[in-house]
């Protein structure tokens, strides 16, 4: 049997760095974990509290699912204007009143060039933590994404970065 790990990218952009970071990471995981990208952030309405109840709109009922079923959650997500693009804000603010993530082990990678990303990565530490997830430290990774050196299947070829997707994706699974 294999741990489900819920590939979570903040990026609506097809093709985005950020989804081919994960979609190597799925390619790389190893033996026992089944890495699998959530696909509907798009699908996710704004977050209303009044909308956080019993009766959840089906995409954030789809959402909150795949977290509750996941044994970890990986996130790899854009810096817009200093901090998380909306679109992914937004799929955190469904999560705060749920408790599906709540002491779930999370990380993430920055794979934004060197000196950005920063203000994404603070500011997705501050909502998890209001979340009550897990942030595992030694699995926060920076990744440096070479689109010039992808290999016959699209994904980032250097084995570096799929060692160190693999080990973190290793590393939420046997946290202590």
Known sequence: MSSVILLLSGSLRSGSSNELV???ARAAAPEGIRAVL????????????DDDGDSLPAPVAE??????????????????AGTLP????????????????SDKPVAWVNAAAPGRGEGATAT???VLGYTGAAVVEEAC???QVDRGSLDEDGLIGDPAVREQLASSLGLLIRRP
């Open 22 to 24: 994960l979609r190597t």
């Open 38 to 49: 959530y696909e509907g952030l798009g699908s996710l309405p704004h977050f209303n509290p």
């Open 63 to 80: 959402l909150r699912a795949a977290i509750d079923g996941a044994a970890a959650i990986l996130v790899c997500t854009p810096e817009y």
């Open 86 to 101: 909306g679109s992914f804000k937004n799929l955190l603010d469904w999560t705060v009143g749920g408790t599906e993530i």
């Open 124 to 126: 997705l530490r501050s």
């Open 141 to 143: 990774v920076r990744v």
